[in-house]
């Protein structure tokens, strides 16, 4: 049974993401499934998170992991068939939670079909699917994504002696969308998806769809036009189901993906996440301020999706050079910890396993306008193994318990698609989900009782954000709003305790209820409202009249 | 108890509010609205293009009727200034300002001491102050006064300027051979109208018993400069470029004022900091980054026969108070060459020295009102500024490098002269 229909549900929701081969491993065969996750659910539930972001789990040669896909309406053997898949969403629908899949559409695996027959001959129908050419000088200036291992967005085929257009891996052709046939075998797909019950998708690499001479072939007008088709037959067909967009770009650049709200729903607020841990290390909060100042106002349907984590690097794109050399110098200082642009690390690393730090990113993550996404594994403190490569160090199993691979797989270890984290400090036998159920105050019942204030008012899902500017850079306080609901969040980013004054003229009169301990607190009067916070601490304040 | 609560609630509650820094520039606004909002401007330029990455607060002293604010506000951004930015380089956090108010103009004094102050109670690592009035100051001058002391350690930093060659006389022919020859102070600048400090620093002269004199309240910088540099506090001194010029009005155009500032400063810096140099001879080295001079010689219209009638007729209006402050020969010796035409007259360096460890002597013996005998000094600096004139209206810079540095060894080789006259026993007339 589908959750019932709130056509605004991604603005309520917590997602939680997580890949199938890293959660739960049923058949012992060393990989997660989604036999496994079916059996996890409960625990999903119990955390609080209403919505399941799955990463690819299509049939793929696996070169990038899984965002090559090699079969778009399958499911990898690896995690088990389509009926395994069916058998997860009931369960995960039974218990109220909703299922975002990813839609890879620019590109494709060179193992796909589509593409072994694009390059068998220059006369195959499937030739045009693709983006072909003569030469490897059109499209001059184009980024480059993967800097570390790409040269070239063009890739030499042997086969069909030309080349061909990628602007990710070599390995991974772009499809080409001027050819009709391209998008409606597109919306095929999408449809066998849709029809099997699935609440959303996730459009990854949006920006790079079409290719256009004397562009960076990034957010052309041709683009939103597909994207606007997509929608049209979404919303005719599908009521309440949702589009993502994976667009790695300025807030100004990607709020033209939401269009007059008949693009995508929601997509993800990337320039805001570094920033996040800047204000922390800077203790500061000018740089949340400033990309949420910068950032423009979308329509009502729409929404920004927030995260700390995902399963990339934490991407340092859409920073500048100076705040990138600061990240790194922070965050990274040893140079195996960076890949690409950015950071491969987990979040209670980043945070050297600060618990009180941990806890204000996650409290920031939770009352900023947004749909906060967790990552898995995040909400025990999991670490991660920089040693891995690529970024497979932060896509280790999920630590069940102190068990025989944490609990994740009875395989034996070797076996294990890759090792489980087991150093002194993060490692599975002290940082596992069961040690944490049985104390009061781990992590992941701090979080659970988070997840579940942040459920309980929509003043964090749906409502406005107004800043307050206390003199006190080192706090950062916001009111938001929906409707009558008001939350006051006030953060000390530093690692000090800090005074602030806060100025509350306009809800003169409001009493302040601390909201996780619903313990009162002056009312609001004329005069300044003077708080102090002990290091990294935060409040939540629901205001009411009384 | 007043002692302990100089700075006022209100910047007290904005510091609470800026925390521990690591850089903090202070700028005394009342004396120059016009230009303090370019100085603000370059100061923030400095932190954006500099130190993108440190915790820092500008400190204002605002006592003037007209508030900083306005001042700032009203003063649109140059063309030049505009092109000093960089593109896509701005700080990463956030650049605090904190005003400190006051209902009258702060002296110097004051306004050093508050901001010395907020560097202690912030516990900023480096500092410095400038003047509001100056108007080329520029974000890699700001720069250069606070990397020494933030990235090399040093306490003290003293600025060096690019000058005309008849400019800062009273620097080049009196405050620095003086302050040289009896401290061992290699600055050149003793009186800088900018410098940078060390956090360290700060907190030594703020706890320093001296803010209730009145050298200090007027131009406490020389007594800092000297203090470190006679002290175990690291100095140097870095390159500025082009010294603003004073303005017209300022206390800077009336030399008898000016004497009374520095000199005034500098004697009771001798007077108070005997322990300091009456043993010492060597002469403490300054690390300097950048040329240590650099002098224009562009032509400039300057009287020199009415400095010179001011020397003739200052001198004999004076005689009855020189003759307690000089030694007879000295006096007489000056006596001499009031009577020479100006054609062939000429302050000798040695007798220039005399005269000023004569004045140093009387006033630490006090043989006269202090305050009066550093004033009695105006006619004499007059005469020796002639002199400069005529004996380098065609030196190069090297040349009047070489005499200045010639100047400095003479104060150094008759400083037992000093020590002489400043132990005998003196008959003080009343």
């Known amino acids: 049974m589908a959750p019932p229909r709130d056509s605004l549900w991604y603005k309520d929701a917590v997602i939680y993401q997580l890949h199938v081969r890293t959660f739960c491993d049923s058949n012992g065969d060393g990989i997660g499934d989604f036999a496994g996750l079916t059996q996890r659910l409960d625990y999903l539930q119990e955390l609080g998170v209403t919505a399941i972001w799955l990463l690819p789990f299509y049939p793929s040669p696996l070169r990038d992991d899984g965002y090559d896909i090699a079969d778009y309406t399958s499911v990898h053997p690896n995690y088990g068939t389509l009926e395994d898949f069916k058998t997860f969403l009931t369960a995960a629908h039974g218990r109220g939670i909703r299922v975002i899949i990813e839609m890879v559409v620019n590109h494709t695996s060179d193992q796909h079909p589509w593409f072994k027959e694009a390059r068998s001959s220059r006369d195959n129908p499937k030739r045009d699917w693709y983006v072909w050419s003569e030469t490897d000088t059109r499209y001059q200036g184009v980024p480059i994504v993967f800097v570390d291992t790409e040269t070239s967005n063009w890739a030499w085929d042997p086969i069909s002696k030309s080349y061909y257009w990628h602007r990710f891996f070599s390995h991974q052709p772009d499809l080409n969308f001027d050819n009709p046939e391209v998008f409606e075998t597109v919306w095929e797909v999408m449809k066998f998806w849709l029809n099997l019950g699935v609440d959303g998708f996730r459009l990854d690499a949006v920006a790079f769809l079409v290719e256009r001479e004397g562009t960076l072939c990034e957010n052309l007008p041709e683009t939103h036009a597909i994207i606007r088709n997509i929608r049209k037959r979404l919303d005719a067909a599908y009521p309440g189901t949702m589009l993502l967009a994976e667009a790695n770009q300025w807030p100004a650049d990607v709020r033209a993906y939401f269009g007059d709200g008949d693009e995508f729903h929601a997509a993800f607020h990337f320039p805001l996440m570094p920033r996040m841990f800047m204000a922390v290390k800077l203790e500061d909060r000018k740089p949340i301020v400033e990309i949420l100042e910068q950032t423009p106002e979308i329509p009502e349907i729409c929404q920004w999706f927030i995260f700390l984590r995902n399963h990339d690097e934490l991407t340092l794109e859409m920073v500048t050079e100076v705040e990138r050399d600061y990240m790194y110098d922070e965050y990274a200082m040893d140079k195996t910890m960076r890949i690409n642009r950015g950071i491969r690390r987990r979040l209670a690393p980043l945070m050297n396993n600060d618990r009180r730090q941990v806890e204000l990113l996650n409290g920031l993550l939770m009352s900023m306008p947004g749909t906060p996404i967790i990552y898995y594994g995040d909400e025990i403190g999991m670490g991660d193994n920089i040693y891995l490569g690529d970024r497979n160090g932060v896509r280790t199993p999920m630590q069940w318990n102190s068990a025989l691979n944490a609990g994740f797989s009875v395989a034996d270890p070797e076996r294990l698609y890759a090792p489980v984290i087991s150093n002194a400090v993060y490692g599975y036998q002290a940082v596992n989900v069961d040690a944490q159920e049985r104390s009061e105050h781990s992590l992941l019942r701090w979080m659970k009782s988070l997840i579940a204030v942040r459920n309980a008012f929509r003043a964090f899902s749906r409502g406005t954000m107004q800043f307050l500017h206390p003199s006190n850079h080192r706090v950062l306080a916001y009111v938001r709003q929906f409707g009558e609901e008001l939350v006051l969040v006030v953060n000390n980013l530093a690692n000090s305790a800090q005074a602030v004054e806060l100025d509350v003229q306009r809800y003169k009169g409001y009493v302040p209820i601390e909201m996780f301990g619903r313990n009162l607190f002056p009312r609001f009067g004329n005069v300044p409202y003077i708080l102090t916070l002990g290091p990294y601490q935060f409040y939540w304040f629901q205001l009411r009249r009384i | ?430």
Not at chain 2, 40 to 67: K, M, N
Not at chain 2, 70 to 85: A, D, H, L, N, Y
Not at chain 2, 295 to 306: A, I, K, N, Q, Y
């Open chain 2, 1 to 430: 108890m007043a002692e302990e609560t100089f700075l006022s609630d209100d910047l007290l509650r904005q510091l609470v509010s800026v925390g521990e820094v690591d850089l903090l520039v202070g700028i005394s606004s009342h004396d120059a609205v016009k230009t303090v909002g370019q100085v603000l401007r370059a100061i923030e330029q400095s932190f954006q293009q500099h130190f993108v990455r440190q915790r820092v607060v500008i400190v204002l002293l605002d006592g003037g009727e007209e508030r900083e604010d306005t001042v700032i506000e009203t003063i649109p951004e140059t063309s030049e200034e505009k092109k000093v930015r960089v593109p896509g380089i701005t700080s990463l956090r956030t650049i605090h300002r904190v005003t400190a108010n006051f209902s009258t103009p702060p002296t110097a004094g004051i306004a050093l001491r508050t901001i010395l102050a907020v560097a202690d109670l912030l516990r900023a690592r480096a500092c410095a102050v400038v003047s509001s009035s100056s108007s080329n100051l520029t974000a890699d001058a700001i720069g250069n006064l606070l990397r020494p002391v933030y990235q090399e350690k040093f306490d003290f930093v003293a600025p060096l300027y690019t000058r005309h060659k008849y400019q800062g006389l009273l620097m080049r022919n009196l405050l620095y051979p003086v302050s040289r020859a009896v401290f061992g102070c290699g600055i050149r600048e003793v009186f800088p109208a900018e410098w940078g400090f060390s956090g360290r620093l700060a907190t030594y002269c703020l706890n320093t018993n001296v803010w209730h004199e009145e050298a200090i309240r007027a131009q406490p910088e020389a007594w800092m400069a000297i203090t470190a540099n006679c002290t175990d506090y690291r100095c140097c001194q870095v390159f500025l470029g082009e010294k603003s010029p004073p303005r017209k009005g300022s206390p800077g155009t009336d030399i008898v004022e000016v004497l009374r500032q520095t000199v005034g400063t500098l004697f009771w810096c001798i007077e108070t900091q005997q322990q300091l140099w009456m043993d010492r001879d060597k002469l403490q080295p300054v690390p300097t980054f950048g040329p240590a001079y650099q002098l224009t010689s562009e032509p400039t219209d300057m009287d020199r026969h009415r400095i010179f009638e001011m020397f003739r007729s200052g001198v004999t209006d004076l005689e009855p108070i020189l003759s307690s402050i000089l030694d007879p020969e000295t006096h007489a010796e000056i006596k001499r060459m009031v009577s020479l035409e100006e054609g062939k007259f000429r302050f000798k360096s040695d007798l220039w020295v005399r005269t000023l460890y004569d004045f140093a002597a009387s006033y630490h013996h006090a043989v006269l009102n202090r305050d009066h005998i550093v004033q009695a000094l105006a006619p004499l600096y007059r005469g020796m500024t002639h002199s400069f004139l005529v004996e380098h209206a065609d030196s190069s810079p090297a040349e009047i490098e070489a005499a200045n540095e010639m100047l400095c060894s003479e104060f150094e080789i008759q400083k037992p002269y000093l020590r002489e006259k400043w132990k005998a026993k003196v008959e003080v007339k009343s």
